[in-house]
């Protein structure tokens, strides 16, 4: 049900991004869902790498697709709110970690992309 959910709506942002001759900033894998009350902010030029921490809640992990999907809180590095979100990284990264998993991390911002660079369990001041 979620994932037909996110679907429509990617390809109704798509349909609206096309309309005003826009590209979207980034794929599925690293926006919040459409229920998240905020989306990622660029951080500026696209060649840039921003790197950034925070804490958060596993709400999915998917070790053959290199994905993670996290209910963080606030990464002040990345200008970026409380939200959840999906994030790229190597499966050795992911190995060891499952749903409901009170985690820190450290994600890479390229401007379209996040990449978890660094993860680990729970945190003095997670979740």
């Known amino acids: 049900m979620k994932s037909g959910l996110i679907i429509t709506s ?8 096309t309309a005003c001759n826009k590209q979207p900033e980034a794929s599925s894998a690293t926006t919040a869902p459409a229920s998240s009350k905020s989306t990622p902010k660029s951080t500026g030029d696209a060649d840039a790498v921003v790197h950034g921490a925070s804490t958060g809640t596993i709400t ?19 200008q970026w709110s409380a ?3 999906g994030f790229s990284a190597n499966p050795e990264v992911l190995q060891g970690f499952k749903v ?20 680990r369990k729970g ?3 997670c979740c």
């Open 60 to 78: 999915a992990v998917d070790l053959a697709k290199g994905t993670i999907t996290l209910d963080h809180k606030k990464i002040p590095a990345l």
């Open 100 to 119: 409901g998993d009170h985690v820190s991390f450290e994600v890479d911002w390229d401007g379209k992309q996040g990449t978890l660079t660094k993860l």
């Open 83 to 85: 939200m959840k979100m």
């Open 123 to 125: 945190s003095a001041d």
């Open 10 to 17: 990617s390809l109704a942002l798509l349909a609206s991004l």
